[in-house]
């Protein structure tokens, strides 16, 4: 497939708010469900839904994957990395949690060069280091309340930097939903055996939340894939800082919490990171 970061950077995008809606609704929900049932659900409505979206669109030959091994380690890196970020999400702000996993841009795009040989020019890297700039600068107040489930994200950003780069490899021979479906019914053959002994019936407000989960879980990792098959690692990474805004804006729209001015530098930190990213893109 021919590259076309233009196109890899306006999903990317649209990933991120999908993102930004589930981890909000991850929150809502971790006082009320155990993380296991939450991802377990979540799981079981991303690959029907994948599979459902191949088979009405007759792309059923697609259904099965050519590259069974990267899917399998694609499926692994899922479990791991979201069962840790969802963990990290009951003990730590939802602003803090995204931060400290945007960590992750950074290690995608080094492993993009050192792994897929892909070529980052001059001003993709003073996009990363200046965005990774506005991370350090929203980190800092927290850093004199670190605790263990901060490394819990850190360690959840960087299995998610190694799919990540699993993911623009298997797009070349792959469809995109094969890619998510697959790695979804992973984590439903893994944690069903644990569903008997934890679960609890959600109420109607816990329910719908739920299946909100599974749908926006669908769409971002479907954005995610198909941002990653139409631009290198170090073009779509950056993006990745945008959620932070998304997520900024939902605290001070929804729950009445104006970011601060660190915040508000940090802010704008991304926007130029981005900006400058999407100026190379447009060059390629």
Sequence with gaps: MRDRPVLGVAYANAAMLAYVVHDSSIKALATELPVLQSQ???AAIVFAGAVAILVLTGRTRSIRPRRPGLIAFRGFAGLVS???YFLSLTHLSLVDAYALFLTGPMMIALLGALILKEKLGALGWAA???GFAGVVVLLRPGFGTFSVWGLAVLGASSIYALSMV???EMTRTDDSLTIVGWAALFTVVVLLPFQPFLWVAPDPAGLALMFGLGVTAMA???LTTQAYAHAP???VAPF???ALIYISLISWLVFGQPPDWLTAAGALLLVASGLIVLREARRT
């Design 220 to 222: 971002a990792q479907a």
């Design 82 to 84: 979201f069962g840790l």
């Design 166 to 168: 699993a993911t623009r």
């Design 233 to 235: 690692t170090g073009i």
């Design 128 to 130: 990363l280091v200046l």
């Design 40 to 42: 377990f659900v979540r």
């Design 240 to 242: 990745d800082y945008v």
